[in-house]
DNA sequence: CGTGACATTGAACGTGATCAAACGGAGTGG
DNA sequence: CCACTCCGTTTGATCACGTTCAATGTCACG
């Protein structure tokens, strides 16, 4: 499918991708862009830490984890990414990919050349509000990931994790009341910088506390509002105690 | 100094600063761009998180910390920063800064008024390249953060805290062999998701095992491959044992 | 010289990790 | 169809790292 002509209209990602903004004409320069549509299963890596920068990504379908690994083989999770998803931002002129993509699932990832793509950026100012918008978002919302990794008991993050994860989903067009974890628990406890054995355990109260009901991976969110409270009120917990419970 | 050109050339961050790619008459445009020097003392914000975004803000001398508030008032340092340092990209496009900046020493700050920002940056290769590069390593860094925070132990927090200040400093042309911490113990017990007490706990280890001499915020590194093979060999850890030591 | 913020040091505790084992579902082959 | 394996998940018991609580120490500044 290399070359072969974008069609983004009848994309299932098009209105959370960057050329969601753009006119029509603007659009049509877009789809030119060279560059190819991947089909990833489970397992497999769009990129990985180190390759060369060539290109940006957006998912178009599936989802995908992506992770940095340190020098001793330390890895951790940076993020879980959806339809729209952009990726491989971090690697513009450094030259070389920061971190390694993998999809959980079979994805459809659109390949962008980064060449081009900057040529049509200087002179779209349709692209460019989006990209900013963008790499904004994502500066942004690692902020508060730092947050979630360096302040929050394990019980807040695994909160924070369903939330956020049903927020970004709803954003993204996609049903967010209940839906499939595409990663396994090893992945979510990695992410939240946890063991798997607290994931577990933590699925497990918040299921007999009435908070969400998991069944494997299918996750349905039965009080929000009550998540949200777990999550702010440090002093007095709502209803799943740290110690107690 | 409201309206007052800017003089980049005479200005100690030129170097590291975005205009640093920029042939002269594009640095001359650089100069031209609305904004303010503002000079803060020790605790005073530069803008605070849930402000209206309208500048993009340069260290140009001195230092600052830059954090996130949660809802329940949970605080996270997400970054110290020093000459050349770009402030306020998240903002973009929100409308609102996403994270609060305050001095820690007196400290002089260039103010760039975005709208105008935007109408350069549209019509200045060097400018565009040099804003992705300043953004793409902000957002690779972020991720290396979310491996400290997620998976080190406090002794290796520690040590690659003192070695990536070290390393920035010197990207910075700052002494960084020898050193002064501007933050308080508190602030870099916060960055690093620790308490107080293991800070000065650990910093008075380093200091016993020879990896550093701490004398109040006075800092020198004396072995930084011991230090940084603290921060790899988790098997066979290398002076500063955790459990003994 | 007193006051207050910052820093150090010690002792006890607690959250979440680690170790260990069993369980369950999905896929494979007899 | 059923044993079989493999991987992901769950559950239980123990342990340890780092926190918390408490007290003392130190420097800067009025």
Chains 1, 2 share one sequence.
Do not use: W
Not at 61 to 66: D, L, P, T
Not at 172 to 180: D, I, K, M, T, W
């Amino acid at each position: 499918m290399r070359g072969a002509k974008r069609d983004c209209r009848s994309c299932q990602a098009v209105s959370y991708c960057l050329c969601c903004q753009l006119t029509t004409e603007e659009r049509e320069a877009f789809e030119n862009l060279a560059g190819t549509r991947r089909v990833l299963r489970r397992g497999e890596r769009l990129f990985a830490q180190g390759d060369d920068f060539r290109s940006l990504y957006i998912v178009q379908s599936g989802s995908a984890k992506a992770y940095v690994i340190s020098e001793d083989g330390n890895q951790q999770i940076t993020g879980f990414h959806y339809r729209g998803d952009l990726l491989g931002v971090d690697g513009m002129e450094v030259g070389m990919q920061t971190y390694t993509v993998e999809a959980l699932e079979t994805s459809s990832i659109c390949e962008i050349s980064f060449a081009e793509f900057e040529r049509l950026h200087a002179n779209t100012a349709g692209l460019r509000q989006q990209f900013f918008k963008v790499v904004a978002s994502e500066l942004a919302r690692e902020k508060q990931r730092m947050l979630v990794l360096g302040k929050l008991y394990a019980e807040q993050r695994l909160a924070h994790f369903l939330l956020d994860t049903a927020a970004h989903l709803e954003g993204r067009g996609l049903a967010h009341s209940e839906f499939v974890l595409t990663m396994t628990r090893h992945d979510i406890a990695n992410y939240l910088g946890l063991a798997v054995e607290t994931i577990s355990r933590l699925l497990t109260r918040f299921d007999s506390a009435d908070l969400i009901r998991v069944r494997h991976r299918q996750i349905r969110l039965l009080d929000a509002a009550r998540l949200r409270a777990l999550l702010y009120d440090t002093e007095q917990p709502v209803v799943v105690l740290r110690a107690t419970a």
